[in-house]
């Protein structure tokens, strides 16, 4: 059994930076390859970036890409999600979800999901 708790949203102006953080609890952390999702109101979740177990292999969606970055640190049972260039359209609740299987850019390969963050961005 691994928890999620996410942390780190907020409220930012357009062109700003975020930094969300996800830390599990569990001693099999390393083990899990970790994504980042969000979920504007109104739409379905969508995937934002994912990382393997070891932070070797990391890839972001099209949307974002050369503006997030998602990083971990196994030492600390946590993966990050660094938010640059922010958008009004980046609005939305961000979840981090865990996966035995590998990384996925699919929400259904994920066991587990921390109860998210919001993250407002103003124009």
């Known amino acids: 059994q691994v928890q999620l708790v996410e942390s780190g949203g907020g409220l930012v102006q357009a062109g700003g930076s975020l930094r969300l953080s996800c830390v599990a609890s569990?001693?099999?952390?390393?083990?899990?390859?970790m994504g980042w999702f969000r979920q504007a109101p109104g739409k379905e979740r969508e995937f934002v970036a994912t990382?393997?177990?070891?932070?070797?292999?990391?890839y972001t969606a099209d949307g974002v890409k050369g503006r997030f970055t998602i990083s971990r640190d196994n030492t600390k049972n946590a993966v990050y999600l660094q938010m640059n260039t922010l958008k009004p359209e980046d609005t939305a609740a961000y979840y981090c979800?865990?996966?035995?299987?590998?990384?996925?850019?699919?929400?259904?390969?994920?066991?587990?999901w921390g109860p998210g963050t919001h993250v407002t961005v103003s124009s």
């Open positions: 569990g001693r099999t952390f390393s083990s899990y390859a």
């Open positions: 979800a865990a996966s035995r299987f590998g990384s996925s850019s699919v929400p259904s390969s994920y066991d587990y």
């Open positions: 990382i393997d177990w070891s932070g070797s292999s990391a």
